[in-house]
């Protein structure tokens, strides 16, 4: 199979007949054997429904439903485990992506060996203040901090090699950063396509301001996950021994100090460095617990899911 098309959804009912009307055109004209995965991430509308009906008409489609709205890095996920093609497109169910960029997309993985390409909503179409210059301002950020040279992270629209998707987990928040994991993985060969973008025709945006709070604290998950996840102990061990370090020789000095220099001087506890080597003390030893337990948990990961499924169709078991 040649391409596996994801698409994330939360209450689309009106775009998704069209979305799928025009992805498959743009299918047949370029005739590729694909599938369509509509993943429902919890949705309250019809869309469910339509998923159903579509699938029942189109042998392409499969659909996978939430038992509720876990979010669409959770959905992105569950697609990406299910996916069967070599290559691999997420796209936005609210017609803002458009179907047509997929035949360059699929060239620039399969012709010119790409592992990942985002796009790039270099005009966009949504409002100025709430979205494109936070938006500016965030993608610099997570630049400077991963070293990926995107122009636009959150862009829906992506094509992956199959390989990359099936190494990559998306947990959290963190469809923002799909380029980053993949790179953290070992995926190298990134690029960008500049795509176009439409206004939202339908519905209204999922996501509201506190988009650029949770995706700041999510950058700086990343930056810790992709340095420190691995090897915890080097981290909190390091600063535990650094501080024990310091505290102990305050401890030394003041005991050096009252046994042999200034034995009848202030009482140790009026000091202040007594103060300073119990702190130092006890915060390296706390520190350099929580990376030993941070190796014991790292060593005991468990692969567990963390959304339910409550419906499937055109679905086999394995591949939930
Ligand atoms: N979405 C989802 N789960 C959510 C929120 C959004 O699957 O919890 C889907 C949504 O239906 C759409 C895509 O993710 O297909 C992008 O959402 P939206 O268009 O609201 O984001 P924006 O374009 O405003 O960034
Ligand atoms: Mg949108």
Known sequence: ?????????????????????????????????????????????????????????????????????????????????????????????????????????????????????????????????????????????????????????????????????????????????????AKNAGFSNIGEKVVAHQARKYGKTKFGMERFINGLLDLITIWFISKFARRPMHLFGALGVIMFIIGFGFAIYLGIDKLFINKFGRLITDRPQFYIALTAMLLGTQLFLAGFLGEILVRNRRNDSRYTISEVVNFKDEYI
């Not at 009906?53 to 709205?69: A, D, I, T």
């Not at 399969?110 to 990942?116: E, F, H, Q, S, W």
């Not at 998707?165 to 469809?175: A, D, P, Q, T, Y």
């Open 1 to 181: 199979m040649n391409l596996s098309i994801i698409i994330p959804l939360l209450n689309e009912e009106e775009s998704l007949q069209e979305l799928h009307a025009w992805i498959g055109k743009v299918m047949l004209s370029e005739g590729y054997s694909y599938e369509i995965l509509f993943i429902d991430d919890g949705s309250s509308d019809n869309s469910w429904q339509l998923i159903q009906k579509l699938s029942e008409e189109h042998p392409q489609v499969r659909g996978l439903r939430f038992l509720r709205n876990y979010g669409k890095s959770q959905a992105l996920h569950a697609g990406f485990k299910a996916a069967q093609g070599d290559v691999v497109i997420t796209m936005d169910a609210d017609l803002q992506d458009n179907p047509e960029e997929i035949p360059e997309l699929y060239n620039l993985i399969t012709r010119d060996g790409y592992d990942l390409v985002s796009g790039w909503k270099k005009k966009r179409y949504d409002s100025v203040l709430s979205k494109n210059m936070p938006s500016k301002l965030f993608n610099w950020a997570a630049r400077r901090t991963s070293g990926v040279k995107l122009h636009d992270f959150n862009c829906g629209l992506k094509a992956f090699n199959k390989t990359v998707i099936k190494n990559i987990e998306v947990s959290g928040e963190m469809h923002r950063y799909i380029p980053v994991l």
